[in-house]
């Protein structure tokens, strides 16, 4: 794919989820990026429909967010977040809060979405300890789920090939099951209508291991990573109603739905349901630098901010909590966003969108697709003896074709980013056309 000249010595680097001998012996090499295209090594541009790796948001190489990240970088590189600050930290914090629905008006910073879900699980911990509710340890997440690689979101994750060469991860978590059933949900544009009961299960958890016992539930509101699964009609609403019941709190993992993914700021808002945390990362900062965040309710952070004034409230942070550069790039985002009206353009897009990805139903293997804002999953029939190979051909030979997509087993996984114009969609569903009816 990369003239071999061009290439480095890749031996040192181990790649992170990535089949690192098969990427070697064929590498593809990415060397810049403008607009909706990646430029190869070698020049050839190539169409994103994947914002990245579901962050680029506003699109890439965005020049205020290259000039706000320089001149921070020239004004102040770096200083903590621990007992000093600086004014960028709290205005970004200021900027989200208000974006945020309801109450959600606290904001703790991370790196990665792998640190907000760890960050919120122990603020969900540390909350209920506050309350004076210290055996309300265990955690809900659900099948299917991605929730990051730190232990904490690994255990309440549901993925079971990232979870399994890693032992016991947390004690004290349980999971609903994912709320995908082909046979009733197949070619779904937006929320299905069936399965709205599977939040029963949480009901039949909480029999199990009563609710004094519970912390939290976690949940991706469209499980992203595993495939695409927009949540049934009814089903968040109905987690809200159970967790209001017995006390628990129901965290939204928001890292790829923040942001206009779903045509709104956050996905709350689209779905109507208010959690008490939310974890947000990738199109926070459109991708630039690396940065997370989670967002947290009025009552909690009252819970936890309490006690004689000279105390740590909460024992926890990193190193780069709140940087200064990675607060210019998530203001300069957020400018992009709202300046033009991105989340709205999203929303607008939803049913041209949905109608392209639709019209690839009936070509040969293709066993679903799914849609929901700007995002698809178009899953194929595992070929016999080799589960996965039509998607990545799919991705391989529309690279060929000048069109970047992602794999995840057999499905491709598409979220372009939102500033991608009609024309362009069509170039996208158009070049998965033609790959996908010349698969075997
Ligand atoms: C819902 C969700 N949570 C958490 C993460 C982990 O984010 P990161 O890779 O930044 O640690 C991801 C990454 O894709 C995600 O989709």
Redo the contacts with the bound molecule.
Sequence with gaps: MTAKHALPSMNALWMPFTANRRYKRDPIMFEAAHGMHYVLAGGRRVLDATAG??CVNAGHGRESIADAIAAQSRKLQYISTFQVGHPLAFEFAERLADLAPGDLNHVFFTN????S?DTALKIALAYHKALGNGGRTRFIGRERA????GFG?LSVGGIGVHRRPFGHLLPGVDHLPHTYDHRQQAFSNGEPSWGAHLAEDLVRLIQLHDASTIAAVIV?PVA??TGVLPPPAGYLKRLREICDQHGILLIF?E??TAFGRLGHAFAAERFGVQPDLI?C??GLTNGAIPM?AVIVDRKIHEAIVQGPENSIELPHGYTYSGHPVACAAGLASLDLYLGERLFERSAALETFWADRAHALKGLPNIRDIRTIGLLAAIEFEPRPGGPGQRAYETMRKALEKGLLVRTSGDQILLSPPLVVREDQIDEMFGVLADVVAALD
């Design positions: 790796l579901w990665s979405g792998s640190e879900v991605y929730h990051g690689t979101g991706e992203g990573s993992d890292v790829i974890t990362a990738k997370g």
